[in-house]
């Protein structure tokens, strides 16, 4: 291949998902609502990695981000049933659960006694008694000695495929004679696990891997590894056992760890892994997204403890992967142009090497032999300009002269760069019409909107054809037929798990008493707002708006304008029908600067009032217009905003109006609406004393993101005995970490002493700042743990100090 010397430079379940808040569409049912969100909201979760906060007249300061309004039309099944305890006992989280709650057992061994589980109280009665199927698939604990054994790879290897890879020709080699036979389970780390013992406590392998590519254009040529495999220790399946028949509370975390290994195995060698799912373009025929990429079929699987005993829980999910294309092909689909007969530009080069750097490819001209590369460059040249020499005497010879005498390879498409593969010393040239990309290779950079767009359909399904899907990759996968399982004693059912459910009885929502309706009870999850009107509505005396639509004339945003005003009117807002200033209209490109020449005109013109709300109009597909603007307004200029599709500014509807206006009303910190029963003092643990209820949880990044930080984030009610408003709390924390580090911290002030301080104290400052009086109870749910803590403060004769 010609190179030339270059110069050196520097889990989700089906049955059981998290409460869905669309304010937006109260007339949309609850399956709809899971399976088809508007597209403002779509966007909103894929666009912003900081989740949406609110506020109203006031700047933010820059960093930690606050949300002080807010609305909720979740209803309360805390008790619902009338389960209620005259003393409600402390419910702490298991020490091996990291979610933010305690960092170790000394906080409970500090308060002189020992906390642990209580007992509960009691098993619902109310609603409508039904059967429903999870997809959780129920598992036998197997009767087997599990065995753990520590693995040492010399030299050090990081990749986990290597080193399975290197682990799997130890097995090929030496199982039916050092092995003993077993059929050992790996997780690619330093970790291996056995049913029954090796016949060794200790010892080493010396392992010579087959020629293989490596995928960065060297070959690994019968490297030899030093494999040292070391007993640990056994497994306690009694411990889990225990557990899963109630007599112990402590999670046995490594045996479940050896059984998730296990069942991973054989999926790790057929399949595509990316983090806890695995991937396939058989499962589901790939669907395009466009610019070279198509959405693959996968499942997440994960062994976990329930009540009904050991179970398997399998999740259907889709991502992006680079189509493996002809790489001529695949730079067509990218520039969206016929390249072999028109020349690139430099905008198009450039273009086409961010597209393809890191991107592995596969040569075409060599018949079977198929050698893997990492694309590290593109040419500036065509590549019928590129030459290289050939000697130490500065002899050239053209790529074109190359690959005819070498490969007896004609390159046509001369007018076209090569792929630059290889290090940054040595760069070696590829024509592009001689390579594919390689197959399997996830897309991790951002998606743009129209390929948000049709991944989102594809991953858009209903309960049914989910619950096929599932089943259909459980028939697949054959865990009956899998040597590992076998090996290891497990035996996966193929029926989806049956769990006893009740429907619960909808509850009665209050709404103003000036309008026709003042109560609401939904019916099959869903209502409108006809007749009734909000039970508190905001004032919005000063907005503005900004069109970004070069389609939307300045007449029809401001007739639009006209109406949406109209409508928060009618539901209950007090909105003045006049902007502060003129519609502007402006450039997407532009956004920041048009953004701050709104602001500024307007305050210019309000003269040391606030612009308390601005009304984007944004075209359909607006790419990263969305979330430009949304962190703007946030972070810079401390504003709130509301996006609108084009296509709705030129089709109004009443529903579309009103909806918005619900936004617009909770975004101002009013409240669409109310339980009934909150307002009428009878929701059990919450109406009695003064109440403040908590959620808690962290995003971390998407598999691949090795340096973005988790982003925690922490609610509170912010009314009582409503329980409707809540503020948040987001801040950044370190990749991945799921304890949330600033719940609760103290530092040493030189003038105070020891300061108390973290995101639980400021919710409950602003609690007491809302509504006058410190809460006598804490009820704090930690989302993604299945556990809840409360605390009654009241019956502890415990009080808050602020």
């Known amino acids: 291949m010609p190179h030339r010397q270059m110069k050196e430079s520097t889990e989700q379940h089906f049955i059981s998902k998290k409460p869905l808040h669309n304010s937006m569409n109260q007339q949309t049912t609850i399956q709809e609502v899971a399976n088809c969100k508007t597209q403002e909201t779509q966007l909103e979760k894929t666009q912003n990695s900081v989740p949406q906060v609110n506020s109203r007249g006031k700047r933010r300061a820059r960093g930690r981000v606050k949300a002080l309004k807010g609305d909720s039309f979740m209803h309360t099944e805390t008790g619902v049933d009338g389960n209620k305890q005259s003393s409600l006992s402390i419910m702490v989280p298991r020490k091996e659960s990291q979610n933010g709650f305690y960092q170790n057992s000394t906080n409970s061994q500090a308060s002189g ?11 619902g009665q109310m609603g409508v008694k039904c059967i429903v199927k999870a997809n959780h698939f129920l598992a036998e604990l197997p009767d087997k000695d599990l065995n753990h054994y520590d693995v040492t790879i010399t030299p050090e290897v990081s990749s986990k495929s290597v080193n ?14 050092d092995l003993g036979m077993r059929f050992p389970a790996y997780d690619g780390k330093k970790s291996l696990y056995t049913a029954g013992l090796l016949p060794f406590t200790s010892k080493e392998f010396n392992i010579k891997l087959d020629d293989e590519d490596d995928g960065m254009g060297g070959v690994r040529k019968g490297k030899e590894f030093k494999v040292a495999i070391k007993f640990v220790a056994r497994a306690d399946l009694h411990h889990l056992r225990e557990f899963l028949s109630g007599r112990r509370s402590d999670t046995p975390q490594e045996a479940l760890k050896v059984l998730d290994v296990v069942l991973r195995e054989l999926s790790s060698q057929r399949y595509y892994p990316v983090g806890r799912s695995f991937y396939s373009p058989n499962l589901r025929r790939p669907q395009r997204l466009g610019d070279g990429l198509e959405s693959w079929c996968g499942f997440y699987q994960s062994i976990r403890p329930t009540q009904m005993g050991l179970s398997l829980n399998i999740d259907m999910s889709s991502t992006a992967f680079i189509e493996p294309l002809p790489v001529v092909d695949f730079v067509a689909q990218l520039l969206k142009k016929d390249v072999l007969s028109r020349p690139l530009s430099d905008a198009d080069r450039i273009k086409i090497k961010k597209a393809l750097r890191g991107v592995k490819v596969e040569v075409t001209h060599r018949g079977s032999v198929r050698r893997k590369y990492r694309v590290s460059g593109l040419t500036t040249q065509p590549t019928r300009e590129l030459r290289f020499p050939v000697d130490d005497q500065s002899n ?22 090569c792929l630059q593969v290889g290090n940054q010393k040595k760069a070696n040239y590829l024509p592009m019409e001689a390579c594919k990309i390689v197959e399997g290779q996830r897309y991790t950079k951002r998606l743009n909107e129209r390929q948000i767009t049709a991944l989102l359909k594809v991953t858009c399904q209903r309960p049914k054809d989910q619950e096929t899907d599932i089943l ?11 040597p590992y399982a076998k090996e290891f004693g497990l035996d996966i059912s193929d029926k989806l798990a049956s769990v006893e459910a009740r429907v619960l009885p909808a509850p009665w929502l209050k709404y103003h008493d000036t309008g026709k309706e003042k109560n609401c009870l939904p019916q099959v999850g869903q209502w409108n707002m006809m007749n009734k009107k909000m039970i508190n509505g905001s004032t919005v005396n000063h907005w503005a708006c900004i069109n970004f639509s070069r389609g939307v004339q300045e007449s029809t945003a401001r007739g639009f304008c006209q109406e949406l005003a109209q409508m928060c009117q009618i539901s209950g807002m007090e909105f003045n029908p006049e902007p502060v200033i003129p ?7 532009q956004v920041e600067k048009a953004l701050k020449h709104v602001y500024n005109a307007a305050m210019n013109k309000l003269k040391g009032q606030e612009l308390e709300l601005l009304v984007a109009i944004l075209p359909d597909n607006n790419g990263s217009l969305y979330g430009d603007l949304k962190r703007i307004c946030e972070t810079d200029l401390g504003l709130i905003s509301q996006c609108c599709l084009t296509k709705h500014v030129f089709k109004i509807s009443k529903q579309y109006l009103a909806n918005v206006s619900l936004k617009i009303n909770v975004k101002m910190g009013g409240r669409n609406t109310v339980l009934l029963d909150a307002v009428s003092w009878r929701i059990p643990l919450v109406s009695d004393i003064p109440t403040i209820i908590f959620g808690a949880d962290v995003t971390h990044p998407e598999t691949g993101e090795d340096s973005s930080p988790s982003i925690a984030a922490v609610v509170a009610s912010q009314d009582w005995p409503e329980v409707t408003k809540y503020a948040g709390l987001v801040c950044a924390q370190a990749h991945r970490q799921e304890l949330i580090q600033d719940l609760y911290k103290t530092w040493h002030d030189p003038v105070r002493g020891t300061v108390a301080g973290g995101m639980i104290r400021e919710l409950l400052i602003s609690f007491r700042k809302a509504t006058g009086q410190k809460p006598m109870r804490i009820i704090f749910y930690r989302f993604m743990i299945v556990e809840v803590l409360m605390i009654d403060l009241q019956s502890f004769g415990l009080s808050i100090h602020l």
């Open 113 to 123: 006694r020992a906390l642990s589980f209580p007992r509960r109280p009691g098993y």
């Open 164 to 177: 399975k890879a290197i682990i799997a020709q130890l097995v090929k080699l030496y199982r039916e004679s």
């Open 396 to 417: 050239m010879k053209s790529v074109i002269e190359y690959f005819q005498e070498m490969y007896g390879f004609t390159i046509k498409h001369t007018h076209l760069p």
């Open 472 to 482: 259909q990759t459980v028939h697949h996968n054959a865990y009956d037929q899998d």
């Open 583 to 589: 519609v502007y209209s402006a450039r997407p490109e």
